[in-house]
């Protein structure tokens, strides 16, 4: 059985981790989890991307080696994933050994072949996005964008990767390939780049320009370009893991799709005679607070602080509540708080709280052995059985938020269940009737908790281990049989009380 491999974006070491670092790596992580517990072998890839002028300047400006400071920016986010409960198999720097390896290896390779040449060029460049620009680039006043920084005009000899050779077999491919980019619409965008003649890409920048990069190994003069050299990230990390390679999927930011995931990386794999990955998945972006998420205008929000405050599950359920795989998204405040109070302690929490308390009131914490389901039992079992089935298509179609919807609907559906049922009046009666549905009751409300808790456990791991802990439970089958409804609750003693998701302070 081939594994499955998934991957982030290797982040750059040029700055802190943000929320959208956060964001790409729980999603990842969450289709991780779901193959995982579906059975399957997986392999989860993400790590840092940290050669490039930007690097470089940005090291120069601190007074410190670039080295130095890749390894400080680097466990920067190996901490945020650790916080974020991120199941990652292995986390590559650009910077290993084994990287440089298979890049020096790939690019001695293409050019042998003759896809890689010399050429002079003159052209407009802009530092600040490490690349010439095009007359299409300018705006209509003749003037270039801010985003490019300075622009001036030099010439330089350079290497050339041959892209257009492999132009037309490219745009047939993404046409014949239906999931070959995710979601689908995005190929259209593609497909348009990719009617205009590709120019060759410049995959080397002379050594007296930048230093920090790998070396071309058949011209010490040069270092690789910075996005040639990430790229292969994905296959250097794997290239001696037998049955690993090709990727199932890059999840990448949709900022990142066009040109270099949808168009060089193909290429480059295409030229060296490598598989392609299966499908590349471009997610949104986030703004914060309704404006653009930058360092410089302080609209910025650390991931690890929300961790702190309300719990990692918390983070990670809004982020994966809140956006569709693909759309953009805001992360604001006040509708964190919104979802954290009524979906979470309103309505989750409540579920655990009651469930617990009247065990202990009136079934000596031991839940109690189920009786004949009558109309409302069958309802919720009904409900279950579509719930489930409907939330494991979604997470195979990366509709995360519509799967918690309809889990959470579960939920409140069990809630409305105990209201119906009133425990704490059948309690008061010492009727044998009342007292065989009380039973009823508690053995009810226990398994559907045990079982929304178990569908929630790509999203939020921890809060499903925690759930099952106060529930006495321990899982012993497969992920898949644990979704059935069943009876291995009874004679569990649960726990006194539980506070899943504290009120926020203050
Ligand atoms: N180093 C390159 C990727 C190389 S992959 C071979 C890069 N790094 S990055 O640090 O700028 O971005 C890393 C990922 O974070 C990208 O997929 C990017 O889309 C994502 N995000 C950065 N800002 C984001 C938001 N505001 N919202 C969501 N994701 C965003 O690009």
Redesign the pocket.
Known sequence: MKTFYVT?????TN?SP????A??KVLTDVIARFRRLMGDPVWFLTGT?EHGQKVQQSARRKNVEPQAFVDAVSAEFRTLCAKLEISNDDFIRTTEDRHKRVVQAILQQLHDQGDIYKADYTGFYSTRQEQFLQEKDRNPDGSWPEIYGEVTQITESNYFFRLQRHQAWLAEHIRSHEAFIFPRYRAKQVLEFLKEPLNDLCISRPRERLEWGIPLPFDSGFVTY??FD??L??YSAVADKPGVWPADFH??????LVP??AVY?PIMLKAAGIALPKSILA?????INGA??AKSTGNFIHAAEYCDTYGVDALRYFLMREMSVGQDSDFSQAQFLTRYTTELANNLGNLVNRTLNMTNRFAAATVPEAGPAEAPERELQTLWAQTRDEVIGLHESFQFHVALERTFAFVTATNAYIDKLAPWKLGKSTEPADQARLRMALATMAEALRLAATLLAPVMPGTTDKIRGVLGYAPAAAWRDELNWGTSLSGRKVAATAILFPRPQG
């Open positions: 982030t974006a290797i982040d750059y700055g943000h929320l959208g670092h964001y790409e991307d910075v996005w990430a790229l990230n994905y999840v990448i930011g949709k900022d990142i270099p995931h990386w997610h949104g972006w986030w703004s653009k998420m």
